[in-house]
């Protein structure tokens, strides 16, 4: 018979090797799946590489989306460390791109600055607003949060979809259903070619580092995220924790909502999340909610799905194979958590001698 | 040869070693108790006697003949049955229900024949269950007597008792010794496991003292005594007294009127309280677990809603504040549950985080500073004697003991004028248990005012100045504790109440 035990700790050299042989693991998996495709293994994985870090554009391509990736993480990694489980960074990001959209739409002819700062505090009102909704459903009527942030994407999503073939299409779109273009003073300025949403990245990195480290509030969010009774007793008041963590976790990720209709897509569209708000948990979850390490992993998460697009038209693979070069390299990285929590014992009960006794 | 034992036995835990080289006999129609402080290694013992470990080297004989025990079903099959302390009988269903539920063979749980003969059988060792009882309907010394009767209908004659005691009445326990010396009569090895040295005094024939997992000694239980036996459980002399100090009331702190809690069920828990506490004295709660102590802790801490009455601080109304506005008007509550972790402690944080979860908040600005908790932190790690890898270590990983006074050193370093402390030493070790009630009594020099729930009666008579007694959430006493017998408050304990008691002396 086989039984898991739980370990009971891992040395960090130890966890990191086998982390590393995960990996190894899923490029060898895959290597033998493009091997039956009668491409090169090695070839596709160097092809990927160039893909992601290849030319200054690339690489350029690799920031924008690591921007998106890391700001959306970092929200999501504040409602983790509270044990509240926010599926509903797409939806966030839709409401912040949406309350953003409304400034800019409305008053084009601001001056850059002011209209910027506008835009970025609507998005990360609207963002915030949307999340706080099954926050306090939660805290009123101990409400699921996991279902209902969840829920809410659809909802968000489906909003932006009534504006877009409805109310807010552009009538100068020969009946092509799209929202207006933003005005240039909307759209985020860049630094060294890449939007400035990379130096809110940088920043936010430090500030929530901080936030959940060494304030007040990031300790009462951890104390709460491990047991509510233990907060109670330490007089923390939960709902107003609640809040103000839900708060500032839907806040991000409306501020990616933001950048994204601003710097990305200069508009407002339904395909403005893009699944943002779904790979950020994972991101979050493998950086074990350390803000630096999400910085890291987003980097790399990236590179990956701006090379794995690169590599289906480089080496001529579908793409449903360079998706399922990404979904091996998660599966084996995901299973291999398991492998440094729990360890596998076998038991072999037939050469037990006392068995064989308790037979007779 | 008529004796159980074991030789030579070795369990190693990971990097732990929980039994090295133990030798351990029993013999039939003995009771033969097993002392030892938290750690020592008693259960792991038994738990290889009984199949649930098995151990890494030694041999078990039974009459002679060398057996391996793999499993508990096994070990029931050689005769060895164990009394845990958590009982594993399922409530909806009659005591006849649970002995036979799980034997094989049986489809039908009512013949006649079937109860002809466990009656017989509890006739025969006198324990009286009443089998047609569904089980949530019976106290906690019937429950104990099923699960016994349960293991002897299997054929055990080789019963193992897991400090039976510990959720018993005076009274309850001393109808155990009877069942318990029955057993002997009839024939059976009794092995006992406890860390109370009078118990073991009252009822052992011969006792083995482990320590750190390995044994000490096994002695006559005739030819020691407590002194002794403590010296013996710990390695070095100590001091079994506890010095009271002298009594300094000052005025009454805290007041409760008719407090009464409903709990989710809508079953009052806490019927009608009335008591007060000054500065200066310690009031000890005693009662049965379960009788109202937790609520009682909570609701003062503010933390159990609240449904009459009201509890007066410093003439102060604390019915309605929140928990924060109690902690800041001088209130430390530490209630230590069973598992020890509880609300009090944050387990995968650090020493120094559980530190600061009751201060930080008086800390001034945004942030927190951690550098005085730090050296806190190791400051009560010098006073409590905790061991532990760091102050930053996960306190989930310490033992149970260990947790128990980083929660102890916090609150004591609070500087309350209330100190409400259940359980403080719960399964801790003689040493440490006794260091702690002289830091009760530090406090109470000071001036501040102790509500003390506790377990141990002996204790209580010896620390406290009153002890009031709760039973299904009512005071069914408050008394002198200078002037109290431990039977007194077993009837207490049990539910008589306090007016009731004059007949007791003849």
Known sequence: MMRMVKRSKMPRSKSTGIRLLAIFLALFTSAILITALSLHPLEVYLALFKGAFGSAYRIREVAVKATALTITSLGIAIAFKMQFWNIGGEGQICMGAFFASFVALNYPEL???????????????????WALIPAYLKAKWKTNETIITLMMNYVALKWLMYLQFGPWKDPQALGFPKIPNFSLNAILPKVWGVHLGWIFALLLVILVSIFLNHSKKGYEIAVLGESENTALYAGINISKTIVTAIFISGALCGLTGMIQASAVNNTLSMEISGGIGFTAIITTWLASLKPPLILVVSVLFAALVQGGSFIQTAVGIPQAVAGLLQGLILFFVLGSEFFIRYKVVWDRPFFNPATKEAQE | MEFISMEGITKIFGSVIANRNVDFQVNFGEIHALLGENGAGKSTLVNMLSGIYTPDSGSIFIRGKEVKLASPRVAIDAGVG?????????????????????????????????????????????????????????????????????????????????????????????????????????????????????????????????????????????????????????????????????????????????????????????????????????????????????????????????????????????????????????????????????????????????????????QKGLLINRKPAAAKAVNIIKKLEISTPGIHHPIKELSGGNIQKVLLGRELDSHPKLLITAYPVRGLDINVSYKIYDLINEEKKKGVAILFVGEDLDVLLELCDRIMVLCHGEITGIVEARETTKEDLGLLMAGEKHGSLGGHDR
């Open chain 1, 111 to 129: 001056p850059r600055p002011l209209l910027l700062t506008l835009m970025i505090c609507a998005g990360m009102l609207g963002g915030g607003l």
């Open chain 2, 82 to 362: 164990m009394i845990h302390q958590h009982f594993k009988l399922v409530e909806v269903m009659t005591a006849q229900e649970n002995i036979v539920l799980g034997q094989k063979g049986r489809s039908f749980l009512r013949s006649e024949a079937l109860t002809q003969k466990i009656k017989e059988l509890s006739d025969r060792f006198q324990l009286g269950v009443e089998l047609g009882k569904k089980v949530y309907e019976m106290s906690v010394g019937e429950k104990q007597t099923l699960e016994i009767l349960k293991v002897l209908y299997r054929g055990a004659n080789i019963l193992i008792l897991d400090e039976p005691t510990a959720v018993l009445t005076p009274q309850e326990t001393e109808k155990l010794f009877q069942i318990m010396r029955r057993m002997k009569d009839e024939g059976c090895a009794v092995i006992f496991i406890t860390h109370k040295m009078n118990e073991v005094l009252t009822i052992s024939d011969r006792l083995t003292v482990l320590r750190k997992g390995e044994k000490v000694k096994t002695l006559e239980t005739k030819n020691t005594n407590t002194r002794e036996l403590a010296e013996l459980m710990v390695g070095h002399p100590v001091n079994l007294s506890i010095n009271r100090a002298a009594t300094n009331k000052g005025e009454i702190l805290l007041e409760v009127k008719d407090l009464t809690c409903v709990n989710e069920e809508k079953v009052e828990v806490l019927k009608g309280l009335n008591f007060t506490l000054s500065s200066g004295e310690i009031l000890g709660v005693a009662g049965i677990a379960g009788s109202g102590q937790k609520e009682l802790c909570e609701a003062i801490a503010g933390l159990y809603p609240i449904k009459k009455g009201e509890i007066f601080f410093e003439s102060v109304n604390l019915v309605g504040l929140t928990p924060r506005k109690i902690i800041v008007k001088g209130i430390s509550m530490s209630f230590v549950p069973e598992d020890r972790l509880g609300m009090g402690l944050v387990a995968s944080m650090d020493m120094v985080d559980n530190i600061i979860l009751k201060d930080y908040q008086n």
